[in-house]
């Protein structure tokens, strides 16, 4: 046998070897099916197979038009026959990665939004430069939707801001008007949660109505500001299909209340909110 004809002899031993070693995978297929979508548009006598893993639905027309719908605009499925048969489309996604159907009677929506208006409050524990002390918030905001994956959120808090002075164990306490400026990454991806897992960090733009001078054991005539550092984690839970319930935690480095204090102080609280989509 010559040098070629051993290689090429070689060469489909190999490949056969590799066919049967890699499984082939079957493609379900439905044919001569009517497909509706959300809008009421029909799809009739077509050919019916899931596309990439799962998350698209592929039609292929007599004429061979192809039209590929993702799994939330299809409504319904019918067979020949006219009986729906979304349910065992459904059952026969590839997609093994999502916790809940795509189409048919378990579907379940991703949460979405464009805009989410909050409002509610925060009940925490806050630290000037002495010990902490319980504290209470209004908060109300907007998060802006930038994808499915990241939102910035714009949000006001009207802080009670309650702190210990180390020196003389004085208490002493004020109010802060807060402007937060977020950056929020969604940690769920949509198809695989119906809530709204998240994570938020940014800036807090701080106004005091009043400080405290240690050295004079008294308030200053004006308020001051400062920056702070925010850092949020929640979960917005759908109640209906625009109205919410967002549970989280927030932890703050922030200015005291406390003049000429280098050390930052911290809060530390638990959110809730009603929310709203647009």
């Known amino acids: 046998m010559d040098k070629g004809l051993r290689i090429a002899v070689t060469g489909c031993f190999v490949a056969l070897l590799l066919a049967l070693a890699v499984p082939a995978v079957a493609v379900k297929s439905w044919h001569h099916v009517s497909v509706t ?3 009421s548009t029909l799809y009739e006598d077509v050919s019916l197979a899931w596309g990439l893993s799962g998350y698209s639905i592929n039609l292929t027309a007599a004429d061979g038009t192809k039209t590929v719908l993702s799994p939330s605009q299809v409504a319904s499925i019918r067979d020949s026959t006219g009986a729906d048969i979304t349910n065992a489309v459904a059952e026969a996604s590839p997609a093994d990665d999502v916790g809940f159907a795509l189409i048919g009677d378990e579907r379940a929506v991703p949460f979405e939004f464009n805009v989410l208006l909050a409002a509610g409050g925060t009940g925490g524990l ?10 209470g918030a209004f908060l109300a905001g907007a998060r802006i939707s930038l994808g499915s994956h990241a939102h910035i959120n714009l949000m ?29 990454y969604r940690t769920t991806p949509s198809l695989q949660n119906p809530n709204y897992s998240y994570l938020e960090l940014g800036v807090a733009l701080i106004q005091f109505s009043k400080m405290f001078n240690a050295d004079r054991l008294a308030w200053t005539d004006d308020g001051g500001s400062g920056l702070g550092v925010t850092l949020q984690g929640g979960l917005v839970i ?14 703050m480095m922030r200015p005291t209340l406390v003049e000429d204090i280098s050390t930052p102080g911290l809060l530390i609280g638990i959110n809730a909110a009603l929310t709203f989509s647009l």
């Open 37 to 39: 979508t959300a809008d």
């Open 126 to 135: 806050i630290k000037g430069e002495g010990s902490f002390s319980p504290t």
């Open 156 to 184: 006001y808090r009207r802080q009670r801001v309650v702190e210990t002075v180390s020196a003389n164990a004085m208490e002493i306490s004020g109010n802060t008007n807060e402007l937060h400026f977020l950056v929020g």
């Open 238 to 251: 759908p109640l209906s299909s625009k109205v919410g319930l967002d549970l989280g935690g927030i932890f």
